[in-house]
T-cell receptor, first 113, second 116 residues
Framework: GESVGLHLPTLSVQEGDNSIINCAYSNSASDYFIWYKQESGKGPQFIIDIRSNMDKRQGQRVTVLLNKTVKHLSLQIAATQPGDSAVYFCAENRGRGGNKLTFGTGTQLKVEL | DGGITQSPKYLFRKEGQNVTLSCEQNLNHDAMYWYRQDPGQGLRLIYYSQIVNDFQKGDIAEGYSVSREKKESFPLTVTSAQKNPTAFYLC???????????????FGPGTRLTVT
């Protein structure tokens, strides 16, 4: 069935290194993608979003890349810090109207000192 | 200070009892959502409401009920018919469809429900 999935359940990086979190999606009609960060026991927080008419968008220390050809989305975090340790979710709006988002299963990012 | 509040943070119930989780927002958002999150898993949509007095089932609505009598409130009742109710429940809200290019949902802090 259609799904939003992640390549790696856990990603460990050294403090100061760049992190890349990947997400695959299967619905070619999806027109909007969003990344959330969730710390343990808390609600998800918005990081960055991108529409399907773009292939790159940058924020503060974060960049989202969208490759529609292979239905792949990635989140890059520059100079990873201990405070970046969390679970990261990608989500998509499948373009059928409405504001519903379909979430992936998440990637745990662990930052090692 | 705008945002979404969920109460309580932790909730304990005996099996067979109905329980209602509170969600309130002062963001003036039209749409509200309830998700369930199990350990190591993503968010699954239970119910959503695009406007007051209207709501639709999400992917896992069985054993749950909601109401949307006020714009700012969207309570979720976990009934005794829900076979596996222990989970982390998240409420979210967003602006109305078509009002923006963004589909961002704003999340509350969550309620952890334990049923024994």
């Amino acid at each position: 069935g259609e799904s939003v999935g992640l390549h790696l359940p856990t990603l460990s990086v050294q403090e100061g290194d760049n992190s890349i979190i990947n997400c695959a999606y299967s619905n070619s009609a999806s027109d909007y993608f969003i990344w959330y960060k969730q710390e343990s026991g808390k609600g998800p927080q918005f990081i960055i979003d991108i529409r399907s008419n773009m292939d790159k968008r940058q924020g503060q220390r974060v960049t989202v890349l969208l490759n529609k050809t292979v239905k792949h989305l990635s989140l890059q975090i520059a100079a990873t810090q201990p405070g970046d340790s969390a679970v990261y979710f990608c989500a998509e709006n499948r373009g059928r109207g409405g504001n519903k988002l379909t979430f992936g299963t998440g990637t745990q990012l662990k930052v090692e000192l | 200070d705008g945002g979404i509040t969920q109460s309580p943070k932790y909730l304990f119930r005996k099996e067979g009892q109905n329980v209602t989780l509170s969600c309130e927002q002062n963001l003036n958002h039209d749409a509200m959502y309830w998700y369930r999150q199990d350990p190591g898993q993503g968010l699954r949509l239970i119910y959503y409401s695009q406007i007051v007095n209207d709501f639709q089932k999400g992917d896992i609505a069985e054993g749950y009920s909601v109401s949307r009598e006020k714009k700012e409130s969207f309570p979720l009742t976990v009934t005794s018919a829900q076979k596996n109710p222990t989970a982390f429940y998240l409420c979210a809200s967003s602006i109305r469809q078509g009002a923006s290019d963004s589909y961002e949902q704003y999340f509350g802090p969550g309620t952890r429900l334990t049923v024994t």
